[in-house]
Every structure is written in C-alpha cells, then in structure tokens.
C-alpha cells in the first residue's frame, strides 16, 4: 500500500498499468546550462526527445585499457568474493557486478567525477550532483544472461525514495557494443511517460531483482505501446564511448552467447535537491552500496 | 564409449575438442543437378562457402498467413496439450515446437514438399530426400529464450546415427526475423569442420535437449575459433523466406526480450542413402517424432 504522503509517482499497487505523463522536464538547466554540458544542440535535442544520447569516443585507448584492467582486478579480487557489494550470474556464479566501484579504486573514482560527465549531468540536471549508484557490469561471452525492460527511475523512486525524474544514468563502456553481444537497447521517447507496475515489493526483493528482475518491470501491454510509438534502438559503439540516459528511459538487453563480453561502468548521478527521501513502499530503504543514502555528497 | 564400428565423425568421448576436416562434399551434385536447384550461381558458391543462403520471398504474403494460422492451430490444439511432439519453454511451459507437423497437417505437408524446396534439396545432396525431422518453432516476444550454438550433424550422427554429411535444413520463416529478436545466427565456414563434443550422451538427453542443450555443444576454445575465422551472419530476413543451411553449419540464437515473436517451419531433408542407422552412441535410438526411422519414403 502506498504511504499516505503525496506520491507523484505511485506504482506497484492494482492490477492494472496506467501510463503517467512525466512530472517533471528531461533537460532541468536553461541555454547557459545547456551550454555548460558540452553537448551539441543536436546531441541535446536527441537526449530531450528520445531520453539518450550516445557520445562516442569520450575516452581513449589507453584510458579504456587502465579501465578494463581495473575492472578486472575488482572482479577477481579474492576480498571481494564473499562480499554484498558482488552480484554474480544466477546460473554459474560469475561476478556480474561490483557495487560502488568508485569508493574502491582511485580510477574509478577519477573517471565518474570527470569533468566532462560531471558537466554533463550538472548542465542536465541543473544542480549539484552526487553519486546514487555506480557499478562495474560484466557480460560474459557465450553465456551472458539478458536483462529485462524496465525504467530505473521506476525502482529508485518506489525502493529508494528518489522523489522526482531528476537523475542522469552513464554508462561508459569498456568493450565493443555490437550487434549480437546483447548491447544495451533502449525506448526512445519511453522517458516521457511513467508506466506504472503492478504488484506489491516483496521483502528483500532487492537482492533478487539485481540478478533478475520480476518486480517492477512493465507489463507486456505497456512495452508493446512503448515499443510500437518509439522503436528499439541498440547502442552499438566502441569501447569508450559514454550512453548517456535518462533516469525514467525503458532499457534491457538480450542474451550474450557470442565469444565478446561486454563491460562497463554504469553511474548514476542525481540532482543533490533530488536526493533521497523514505522510500515510496512498505519496504525499508535498500542498502548503501546500491542507493546512496548516508553519503550524499556533492562531486 | 564409441561402437567399434569404424566412424568418420566420432563426437562425445575424451576432454579435448578435436577438429575434423569434413569428409563430405557440400554441394553433392554435378552442374547439371546444380541447375535444377533453381539457384543462381552466386547462391551456389555462398552455400558452398558459408554453409547457408537466405531466400529471399519464396513464399508471398497469403502462403505466410495461412502457415502462420496453420501454426498457431497446430501450437493451440488441446489434443496436443501432453503430446510428446510438443515442446515447452522451461520456465513458463509455453508450446515452443511441434515436431513433425507434415504428418499433422496437410498445408505443413505441401509446403515441406513444395517442388522449389524438394528441388533445392534433391540438386544439393544429388539423391532422391526423405524427411529426417521436421518441427514448427515459435519463440515468443518478450520471453523468448536463447538457443545455444551447435552443429545439427553432430547431434543426428552421435545420437540417430546418419552416417554422412548428406542432409540440408531449411528453415521457412513465418514472422520478421529483425535485428533484436533472437533472429538464427550462423558461423560462415563452420560446416567445413567437425568439431568434436566432449562427455558422454546421458540417457534420455534428446528430451533435455529439445528445450536446452548441454551436450553436443562445442567447448568455448571450438567457437571463439570458429568465430574469428568466419564471424557470425544474422539471418534478417521477412516472412516467406527459406534459409537453407548445411546439416553442419554452426548456429544459435539470443533471446528475444522485443514484442515481437519469431516462428518458422523447420524442415531436414536427407539423402535416401544416407538413411539412419544405428546411433554412434551407446543410448537408444531417439523416438521416431525426432528422427524418421521406421517411416524412410522420398518426397
């Protein structure tokens, strides 16, 4: 049930998917912040009307190796493997993801508090910004498992309390995105309505929809409308390049059984005026290393 | 263990992937049967190079309708519902294949035996054909799940004992296979090579195998080396299409989380003298709805 406090986002009650217009605006900053970004007027444009942009090339070779070694190092990193802040495969156990990765290494930490992103997601948001989530992903070739459709905004605000669509998702990337290694798809011009879920959070439903989600994932009606309005695009690029999305943008991605992983370091940045409150639902707050809470402070 | 038999393509023994150039060729006929495939010779030398040539629209609109009715029908009919030709996804139950529906329906029947089709398979393997298995696919949007890498031949030799590689597939598409829903992913050149598998054939493995496949498959070292020699084709193509492919040629399939369903009609023809025998395994012939044992009559 929801808590009696005013809710502009309600989801997960009724049995039936009601379809919210957004509440809030994509891009929060006016031109001068727009400006700050770095971004183009196209590239601008593409993230307001389809709820992302791909920048290309943002890091180097060199600078992507550094990060895929880092990442290696933290995936196979001995202290890490009994640890909360892992998610492995449900059918293998292979660490899929390492939660935080920026309080655990000083190049993490560097790369997500670059000034570039920083810019953008300042310029975007039109605040300061702290970091709500980060982690390292890794798709393993050949068995690579695949990741439903859903918005993360819709968990943030039901699960985490995040009150308002004011947090920008980055999602650098360590290896090539190609056409069959199950790169990340995503609903242009999903974004702009919230489609409520049903169905009640269970307990604990955290630890679970990490690996695989069953909660708060739309319903095959919604994502037939979604789909059937904005299309499916795949973000193909190179390692290196920067998918910048909307907190409320509908994303998954198949199955992985070609030889190539997939890696990268996913980031989110929120508005500091939008940071945390009680979570909307019965559940208490999810962990720090999935949704900052103690730490929110500006990077 | 093996039969003491002499066997040209011994599979599922040892620990280490062996690589076993093909004994057979892949195209069986001279010029002239060549001709009376209908095929150009540009289809010819892809077949002949690749493993597999997509048609494109041998079927038009009208034909792909009444099919696809014809399949749902077939997927639907209670009678069927705990009929062992009938296999279910694992984690929902839902009809994934109808094996031989050209003994359950006389529109599956003539377009198994359409004349371009029985053509195509006659001038490839140079013999009269008979049809060694024949199954309706349906991989549901949103939930379609991945089908792993493997070579057919290995499979039908191993465990239903047909000796040569003598035998062309074609699978006759009934919906879009686009870019993102778990469209057939080929290897070009793969069915230039045997690749071995490693572990025993467990009793009983065709039922397991039918929804997934954990024997029979090549080692990760098999096709990331198959992979970088040939790299992978997605077959896009409209409804009505055939890809023909080589018994031998590698493919799978990622899963398919888009709205849109993919079915097809799978049809093996083999060569009437390259009929099954006794399996090169030491489990029991698999059942009759897999492979056509008992039933050998020319198309």
Same mark, same amino acid.
């Given at each position: ?87 492995? &495969? ?5 660490? !899929?993801? =390492?939660?935080?990765?920026? $309080? %655990?290494? #000083?190049?993490? /930490? +560097? ?47 039901? &699960? ?5 669509? !004011?947090? =920008?998702?980055?999602?650098? $990337? %360590?290896? #090539?995105?190609? /056409? +069959? ?47 059937? &309005? ?15 999305? #909307? ?53």
């Amino acid at each position: 049930m929801l808590t009696p406090r005013d809710d502009l986002y309600p989801s997960r009650f009724g049995k039936q998917t009601q379809y919210l217009p957004r509440q809030d605006p994509v891009i929060h900053g006016d031109a001068q912040q727009r400006a700050l970004t770095g971004l183009s007027a196209e590239q601008l444009a593409s993230f307001d009307n389809d709820g992302f942009v791909i920048l290309h090339s943002v890091f180097n070779n060199d600078e992507v190796l550094a990060l895929r070694a880092e990442s290696d190092r933290l995936r196979q990193d001995p202290a890490m493997r009994s640890s909360k802040e892992v998610i492995r &495969e449900p059918h293998d156990g292979a660490v !899929r993801s =390492v939660f935080r990765p920026h $309080t %655990l290494s #000083d190049l993490v /930490a +560097n790369t997500v508090g670059d000034k570039r992103l920083k810019d953008i997601a300042q310029g975007l948001l039109n605040d300061e910004v702290y970091i709500h989530q980060s982690r390292l992903n890794y798709k393993p070739g050949f068995r690579g498992t695949e990741f439903y459709w859903h918005s993360d905004f819709e968990t943030w605000h039901v &699960e985490d309390g995040m009150p308002r669509m !004011r947090a =920008v998702s980055m999602s650098i $990337t %360590l290896t #090539d995105n190609h /056409a +069959n290694n199950g790169s990340l798809l995503l609903i242009p011009g999903s974004h702009q309505t919230y489609v409520t879920c049903t169905g009640e959070t269970p307990e604990n439903h955290f630890e679970k929809s990490l690996r695989k989600q069953e909660y708060g994932v739309p319903s095959d009606e919604a994502l037939s409308r979604l789909i059937q &309005e904005g299309g499916i695009v795949r973000a193909e690029c190179a390692p290196g390049s920067v998918i910048v999305f #909307d907190c409320n943008t509908v994303h998954g991605s198949n199955s992985n059984i070609t030889p190539d992983a997939r890696a990268n370091i996913f980031v989110v940045y929120n508005a500091m005026t939008n940071a945390v409150i009680d979570p909307f639902c019965t559940q208490p707050p999810r962990p720090e290393h999935v949704c900052t809470r103690e730490d929110i402070v500006a990077i």
